[in-house]
Structures are given as structure tokens and as C-alpha cells.
């Protein structure tokens, strides 16, 4: 676990307002759940290795001693939104679209870029089954990236039911599906010769897996996949997954989304909660992914005994924050951490004129936040030379001086301490200026 | 715990912004720390109360059964600053003025205001022992107030030397400082006698209560308050204090805190740790205040083994919160949930229209997004009628519609929900239209 120290803390804030502007815009709306459940919320729900991953709390009081644990950390966003669904369906509008940026923890052991508080950002529209709710997660998301300065991402598209639908087509026996998914999953990271082998290695038959593997086959434009997809799927909820995915494709032309889609037949995605579309970011050459979602209808009725169709997509924060650092993305107001002028502390040999110098630059440096300005006020009078050398290390852009002869002349002096250039500034326009040479 | 539902998250975030937008003006910086803190670095600082409320958590894999804990939950957010001016020294600035705004769990018995998961918003400087420092924090967070709209204020300002001074100027003996000051303490709620009554049950001499309950009979010129103070205390260290106290009366006098800043010997508040100057927000005739603070150069030093000066102020999110709720002073864009326009999708009897009609709103939703409007797309198509309800029950201020008919002429029929009326605009005018009017 980490702590973010302020030039961190402003990075992630500045992806983060960028993430909640775009779902504001596309009315997603806010919301926001305890770190805390009851234990029983989350048992169960993220399999035997998720369990083993909570992070249980001890009972307190009296029962401290008996070892017993009745509540949990928050381990995904998905479950206490289901949870808040079924809690809350009253006050909820009938399209329940909500985002929700908070840390989950997960006893994970840490590696590069993975840690045991991180940040989820996700986003889920509750409620319709239609295809335009695919279309504007895909476009929100390609907002996102693009303002976040990506240009080389695509989104990878596929279908749960299509890729059923393959594996019906191709052959392979029902009861071999899910390891068939995890072969194919792989696809990216081992290639055609590893894919073979694992299917042969997972006994399947070695026909099925050369004809997925022609179906998998990519680089070519959507309409091309579909088409060959069309051709080779012959079971009817995976033709009509194919359909759904020709609407998702065709919608999505006139959005932001439109240039990014890429119909991608081997995009498996390890949950298996998807019911229909899935997605996944894939940058340049990047290995991984910035983020994914998909539909998943049976999960969000899980605490309401209710069939709630949902889909939604999660943004890799952790993730985008590595990359944009090590592609140096960020936009130098996102990093400048230091003010924008440090008001220094003229020090007299007299202590009344001391104290005059104080109050002057007190209320200088109020003026300037009026402004609308950064401020730092050196918080003691002391050498000129040592404020400056603090000011420098602050990263501050400007020092501004007011020592008993700017008083006496109703001036400040004003040092750039980039370039070390000084000039006098009448004290009314010090504001003016400063924001003037800052733009 | 609870769960925030959108318009919760909003008022929250709209309290929460101006807090951080006015610390960053005062060259405040951001700090944000794990919520899992290792077990020792919490336990036996919050004496045998806090321990007792602290969230333990059971170490994981083959030590659960064991019941160990090894890791527990932000319990303030102090400790954790403290720990990391200890682990980050270097890094830090010579004047490192950070804020935090993060949640912190306490097991206490929820009440109402009161919950097992709550915000705290804490500022510290750390590093300097100069006055300046106290009025800096005093304005800043006046600024904050009058930003929120409370107009009726005040800073109690007090100082630990002076309490001191007092209660060695009564006679008290030094065995029972602690024993008057939690009595004194309670002024407010129980009034003199009440204190008189505490006084005598604790067995110290009545003579005594009598002259302090002198020293705090208040609604005085912060001047008058501090020449009693000088003719009463007679111990250098209270002496000094005084001084001190003079000192951020003077230094505040040009800033926002000057006008609400008032002495008050008989604030003491309870924590312990505090060593010179302490500050509470009382805000009309509001029992309770909204924040507190004062100085407390023992503590940042804890982990480090140094004596390193601080002063910090903490403002009660929840608190304000409710006030804020109770006295309708949220700007009814703190609160808005809805989106600004609903663009419904028009159902038109030829499948092939609807699908025309939904592109059409697809593209106008992505424009009124570009112009920075907050846009939801109704996600099927459906009837007019109930794509109206709809967007009313939202909140939504306009409907727009994108009919056949409006398509063949280049328009979009714009509903206004609140009146019910309607105009035709050309498709182009749209997004400017709605600016126009929502201003």
C-alpha cells in the first residue's frame, strides 16, 4: 500500500476529473459506498481464490478474542453496487446509470503495478438491454482516452454468445467450453503454435482448434469479421450475438467510438459473469489492457432475486497512471505542485519595522488568492537569500519582496526565479501582472 | 455506513471542492495515505477509548484461523501524517503544509451525526513555530466558511500556556489541571454554576472556581480580553501565551479571520496533545462547532524521534453537511442529479425509421456533449409519452425529440419539462439554444 504525496495525489485527481466530467456528461451520475460490508455480502461472490483475497475485520469489544470476523474490505465495485440496487431500488431512477471511483483492496501479493489498495473507476448503465447502451459506454470511454492524450488505442469487441458460437461451429465438445475460452484468451501472449497446444494439451480435438483459429484471424475491417462470422456460426443465440454486434458496430460509426471499435473474435475476458458484448482497451503496443466491461444481465439481480439487465466497463487507473508517466502524458499543470508565488518575510534589524513587513506581505499574499492565485506566505522573516533557495525548491514560479523600501514606495519586487530577473510592480498591479505572465 | 447516492456524492463534492480549491490557494498540498496502516503504528496512541474502536483486521492465508491482526483502519488522519513525515522526510519540503481529505473508521455506536465511516478534512503546517502560521490556517479556513455561505461565524481562540497560566494564577493545584480543564470545558453546556457544582465534586477549592469563572466572563474587545488576561496570569509561560495570543489577534486583523476571531479563556478543548495556541468554529447559536485546531509540537514528531512544530485545523465534513442541508444553503447546482437534456429516441412503426432515429440522437447527444452540456440518451425507443415521464422523474430540464418529421426538416423539437412547452430549432441551433437559456 501506498502513500501518494502531492505531485501523485494531483496526477491521479487530474485523470480522475477527467474520467468524471466525461460520465457527467453522458449522464452517469455519482455514487459512492462504505469501504466496509458485511462479511456474508462478499463471501462467495469472487470464488475460492477471491476469499482468500478479502481482507476480513475482526469483530470488536468482547468478541475481539474469539477471532471472529463480521465485516470486509470492499474488494470490487460490481457487488456493492448490486447490493445498493437491491437497497435502494426505490429511489433509483429506472435507468440506473452511476459511476463510482473508490479504492478496493485485495490481499493480493505485490508486484509491479499492482498493489493491495488500488483504485477502481466504473461505470455501469442498469436496466436496458439495448445496444445503445454499448454504444455510449464505447464512445465515453474513447472521450476519456482521447482527452487523457491516447490516439493509438482501440477497442477490441467480441460477444459472449459468438464465441459459444465458434466453439459449437468448430467442434469442440461442450463440457471443453470453458478451457477452450482460456486457451483462446491467451492468444495475444503465446500465439497461433501456443494456442494449438494448449488445446491439444486440454484434449481437444487439434481440427477445432484450426478452424477457431481461421476464425480468428484478424486485420480486417469489421464488416469483413462479421461476414465471415456470419458464415461460419450456425447456432442461433450465437447468430443473434453476431447481429448484436452488427448494431453495436453500426451505431457507433457517428461517435467517438466509431474509428476505435475493432470486432476482435479471440477477445475471451476472463469473468465469467459476461452475458453478451465485451470489451477491452488495447493501446499501440502495449502489452495488457487499460481497462474492459461487457453486459452482464444475471448479476446485478443477485441480491433482489430479480433479472436486471446491466452493463458497464472499468478503467485500470493504476494502470493509465503508469503509462501516461513513463509516456510523459501530463500536461504540466497537472504536475505543478509548487505555488505560484511565494510571498517572503522582509527581515529588519528594527522588530517594528519586522512586523510592519509581516503584516504588508500578509496582506499581499491575501490579494493574490483573491486573484485567484497560488500562495505560499514564507511563514517567518529570515534571510532574503534563504527564502529565495526555499522558494526555488518549492518549484514556485515568482518571489515577491516587500521590504521597507517597497512599502515606503507602494511597490513590490517581483523575482522570476526561473531566469533570476527582478522587477518593481506597483503593489495594485502585482495581481494583473502575475497572472498575465503566467498565461 | 452509509451508502451515498448520487445527490449525497454531489453536495459532498461541492463541499469538498471548496475546501481543497481555498487550502491549494493558501499553497496548501494534497496528501492521501493508505486506509490500512500497520497494526503498531495505531495502537496505544489514542489512548484505552480509542484502541477499543479501532478496526483490526485478520492477518490472511494460513495465519487467519490464528485470529491475528496485523493491519487496522485509518483511525484520523494525524497519525498516518505523522508517520509519513517519518518515512518521506526527505522528499517532503522544509515547510511541508499538506491537506488530506479521506475517510477514517472509528467502531463506535452510530448516532445520529455520528457514523462508523466518516471524512475528516484535516490541514497541518508543519516546520515553523511562527504565529503566521496560526493566522494563515484562521484565514483559510474563514475563507472556507464564507465560501459555503456561513455568515455568522466565529473563531474562539485560546491558547493551552494561558489555560495554564490561569489555573496556577486560581490557586489550582497542579495535580488537578487536567481535572478543571474537562470541567471548564463544559462552560458552554452547563453554565456556571454548572462548572462551580463540577469544580467542588472534583475537590478543588470553590475560591478558585470563582476566580477563573472571572477570568471567562466573555463578550468583551478581544483587547480588553487580553489586558484581563495580562493582569490575572503571572507564570512566564502563560505570560508568553498571552503574547502569542496578542500576536494573532494583530497579524489577523487585515485577513478574513479578522472579523471572527474572539478570545475565549474558557475554550479548551479535550485533546491532550495541543501545546500552544487552539482555535474551534462556533457558528451562530448552533450547539457543537464545525472544526477545530490549534498547535501541537510534540506529536508530528512521534515516529521520527524528533521535535518538529505543527499546527493544524480540522473542519467536521459531516457536521457542515448537515447544517448546510438543514439551512437550505446548498446552490441548486450542488444538488442538481439531472441531466440537462434527455434526447429521446423516437419509435417509429418502420423498423428501418427507428434505426434512423437512433443514429440521429446518438449524433445530436454527441454534439450537446461536445458543447459541454450534460446529456442523457434515453436507451431504447419507446413511446414519446414515457420517454417524458421519464426524463421529468430524472430532473431533467429539457426534452429533445427527433422525429421523422423533424428529421426531414433539419430540426429537433426541444421540450422545456418544468413548462411543458415546446419550440422547433434548427438542428445546428441546438446546443447554443440551450446554453443560452440555462444561464
Not at 449522464?27 to 462504505?34: A, I, Q, W, Y
Not at 468482547?62 to 471472529?68: A, I, N, T, W
Not at 473474435?265 to 458484448?277: F, I, K, N, Q, V
Not at 505555488?339 to 509581516?358: K, M, Y
Amino acid at each position: 500500500m501506498r502513500d501518494f504525496l502531492p505531485v501523485d495525489v494531483r496526477r491521479r485527481q487530474f485523470v480522475i476529473d477527467v474520467v468524471r466530467r466525461t460520465y457527467e456528461r453522458y449522464g452517469f451520475e455519482p455514487l459512492e459506498t462504505p469501504a466496509l460490508e458485511n462479511i456474508e455480502t462478499l463471501t462467495g461472490k469472487y470464488g475460492d481464490e477471491g476469499n482468500k483475497l478479502i481482507f476480513k475485520v475482526l469483530r470488536r469489544g468482547e468478541h475481539e478474542s474469539s477471532g471472529e470476523t463480521d465485516l470486509a474490505l470492499r474488494y470490487d465495485l460490481t457487488v456493492p453496487l448490486a447490493r445498493v440496487v437491491a437497497e435502494h431500488r426505490g429511489r433509483l431512477p429506472k435507468f440506473f446509470k452511476r459511476y463510482q471511483i473508490q479504492p478496493v483492496w485485495r490481499a493480493d501479493r505485490p508486484a509491479r503495478g499492482r498493489f493491495r489498495e488500488f483504485y477502481q473507476c466504473d461505470v455501469d448503465a442498469i436496466g436496458s438491454t439495448s445496444p445503445l447502451v454499448e454504444v455510449e459506454l464505447c464512445a465515453a470511454v474513447s472521450d476519456i482516452l482521447r482527452e487523457l492524450g491516447f490516439e493509438d488505442f482501440t477497442l477490441r469487441l467480441n460477444h459472449r454468445a459468438v464465441l459459444t458460437g465458434l466453439l459449437i461451429a468448430a467442434g469442440v465438445d461442450e463440457s471443453r467450453h470453458g478451457d477452450a475460452l482460456v486457451a483462446i484468451d491467451k492468444l495475444d501472449k503465446i500465439g497461433r503454435e501456443g494456442v494449438v497446444r494448449e488445446f491439444s494439451e486440454r484434449q481437444i480435438a487439434p481440427a477445432a482448434a484450426d478452424r477457431l483459429l481461421e476464425a480468428f484471424t484478424a486485420a480486417e475491417p469489421n464488416a469483413a469479421t462479421l461476414d465471415r462470422l456470419r458464415a461460419f456460426v450456425t447456432d442461433p443465440e450465437g447468430l443473434s450475438g453476431i447481429e448484436n454486434l452488427a448494431q453495436i458496430v453500426a451505431l457507433s460509426a457517428p461517435t467517438s467510438a466509431g474509428s476505435a471499435l475493432r470486432l476482435d473474435p479471440s477477445l475471451a475476458r476472463g469473468l465469467s459473469y459476461y452475458t453478451g458484448a465485451i470489451m477491452e482497451i488495447a493501446v499501440g503496443d502495449l502489452p495488457g489492457s487499460l481497462g474492459g466491461g461487457g453486459r452482464y444481465d444475471g448479476l446485478i439481480g443477485m441480491f433482489s432475486g430479480e433479472s436486471i439487465p446491466a452493463c458497464g466497463f472499468s478503467l485500470g487507473l493504476e494502470r493509465i497512471l503508469v503509462v501516461m508517466t513513463d509516456r510523459n502524458m501530463f500536461p504540466s499543470v497537472a504536475s505543478a505542485s509548487g505555488p505560484q508565488v511565494l510571498v517572503t518575510i522582509f527581515e529588519d534589524r528594527d522588530p517594528a519595522r519586522t512586523a510592519e513587513a509581516e503584516r504588508q506581505s500578509l496582506a499581499l499574499a491575501a490579494d493574490l488568492r483573491r486573484a485567484g492565485l497560488r500562495v505560499e506566505l514564507y511563514p517567518e522573516a529570515d534571510k532574503l537569500g534563504k527564502q529565495f533557495k526555499y522558494a526555488s525548491a518549492r518549484e514556485a514560479v515568482y518571489a515577491a519582496v516587500l521590504g521597507g523600501d517597497e512599502i515606503a514606495r507602494g511597490e513590490v519586487t517581483l523575482k522570476r526565479l526561473s531566469t533570476g530577473s527582478q522587477e518593481s510592480v506597483p503593489r495594485s498591479e502585482v495581481a494583473s501582472r502575475i497572472r498575465a505572465q503566467l498565461n
